[in-house]
């Protein structure tokens, strides 16, 4: 076990149970679907006046969407104050791949219409099979990049 | 009446995002380098996250609607909007790239914030660019063609 999980893996179960919760529970209470890359279109409803960002659906769910989020920032910061290190969280992954690597994925995601969590958590749970082959796609394409990076020598 | 049911969907849409940001980072997605060590197939943690998260999901999304006709709180269950088009695998092979160079997805890129990882700003900018793009992108190829003549 521990090659494949060298940090541990009770970690990872338990986080990975948490998250299921939270998504379990907004749908029992509310129906909606915790898919987290939508926030960064309905977002712009609310300074963009285009109407690709007014449809009805984004006005009509950009304000749980932003209360979401706002659970996600709480949450972590609960188990920062409580099981997290006493320093804040720091990457050494430098701002230019932050900040190029999010604009591609930002559009890759709007385009196929959900990330990690609306495809893979929420899409896989619905039993999409286009949800399953958009995960096994991003994760390829995810491995050939970060392999390329690692094989000419950008660390981490 | 509506008023008091908005604010008790509020509540229970924070509190739902609290359990899966306090996941995010309990089970460390909210560490780039724990994403990249994943990527590069040094530690298959993302694999038991996944697992678990969706273990529950498919609990509560299969199970729900058969309990109930509607949500807790009202509302209606929604369903899942996933289609077989050509965007959905163009744009998941972009979001790979952009996964597997930054080490974030917006999840954890938002979650990070509150374990105070200010970096995670360049990661946000990021994605709000990128789905600003996507946004006018879409409209220019969506929009009515030129009545043609005759």
Known sequence: MSHLFP???????????????????????????????????????????RAVFRQPRWLASRAWRLQLALGLVLGAALWWLTLGPAEPMSTGVPAWRLLLGGVIAGFGARLAGGCTSGHGI??????????????????????VAAQWLAAVGVAP | MSGARETRQALATVAAGALFGFGLALSGMIRPEVILSFL?????????????????????????????????????????????????????????????????CPGPAIAGLGAGNLQMLW??????????????????????AVPQEG
């Open chain 2, 123 to 144: 990661v946000i900018a990021g994605l709000a660019t990128g789905a600003w793009l996507q946004g006018v992108l879409a409209s220019l190829s969506a929009a009515p």
């Open chain 1, 122 to 143: 929420c899409g896989i749970g619905s039993l999409k099979l286009p949800s399953l082959l958009a995960v096994l796609t991003f994760m390829a394409t995810g491995f």
């Open chain 2, 40 to 104: 590069q197939f040094r530690d298959w943690g993302l694999m038991l996250v996944m697992g678990g998260a969706l273990a529950v999901t498919l609990f509560a999304y299969q199970l729900a609607p058969r309990w109930r006709r509607a949500p807790l709180l009202g509302g209606i269950f929604e369903a899942h909007t996933a289609s077989m088009q050509r965007g959905t695998f163009i744009g998941s092979a972009l979001f790979g790239v952009g996964w597997g160079l930054s080490g974030v």
């Open chain 1, 7 to 49: 940090l541990g893996w009770q970690h990872y179960l338990a986080g990975g149970l948490c998250i299921g919760l939270g998504v379990a529970l907004l749908y029992l209470a509310t129906g909606r679907l915790a898919g987290m890359s939508s926030v960064f279109t309905s977002s712009w409803s609310y300074v963009s006046m």
